[in-house]
């Protein structure tokens, strides 16, 4: 059987991942922050860079087979008892679920992920700033060295030649 499929956002205008399993999910959302980070360390970010970085996972809409994920009952619940008494119970229904794991889920699925490829941050719910700090570092180092090594090229390549 196939799994769900889920697609994440911020804000209206930017999209990370449309209709994917939950392995791209975390793909695209690693992917996302990476670029973010990379953004930021040479001062070409977006405001969604900038919200990811100060809330953390927290600024992601997430839907999960095209409802929008939930993750406070309580206000899941006076969402759906307003719908109730508009009529409309059927309708939010069909485009809204909770599930008040899902992101905590992704959190800890996500820390696992990035402490493998070397990153031991703190839980990434409501902030990624100490995540933002370690990537922007690595490439901020990644950038020195790649400098030095076009230097290096250009000296290797046009041998000065004195007459």
């Known amino acids: 059987m196939k799994g769900p499929i889920y697609s994440a956002r911020i804000g209206?205008?930017?999209c990370i991942a449309d209709d994917v399993?939950?392995?791209?999910?975390?793909?695209?959302?690693i992917e996302f922050?990476?670029?973010a980070a990379v953004a930021r360390s040479i001062d070409e970010n977006d405001w969604e860079h900038e919200e990811l970085r100060r809330r953390g996972l927290s600024v992601l809409q997430i839907f999960r087979n095209g409802k929008a994920v939930w993750t406070d009952p309580s206000g899941f619940e006076a969402e759906l008892s307003e719908a109730?008494?508009?009529g409309v119970e059927q309708r939010f229904n069909d485009r809204n679920?909770?599930?008040?794991e899902l992101y905590l889920r992704?959190?800890?699925t996500l820390r696992k992920a990035l402490c493998r490829a070397g990153y031991n941050v703190p839980s990434l719910l409501t902030d990624m700033k100490k995540l933002f700090v370690e990537l922007e570092r690595d490439a901020a180092d990644h950038a020195a060295g790649a400098r030095e090594g076009l230097v290096a090229e250009i000296l290797?390549?046009?041998?000065?030649q004195l007459d």
């Open 97 to 100: 679920e909770l599930d008040s």
């Open 84 to 86: 109730r008494r508009e």
């Open 156 to 160: 290797k390549a046009a041998p000065l």
């Open 12 to 14: 209206e205008s930017l």
């Open 106 to 108: 992704l959190d800890e």
């Open 21 to 29: 399993p939950y392995e791209a999910l975390l793909r695209h959302i």
């Open 33 to 35: 922050t990476a670029r």
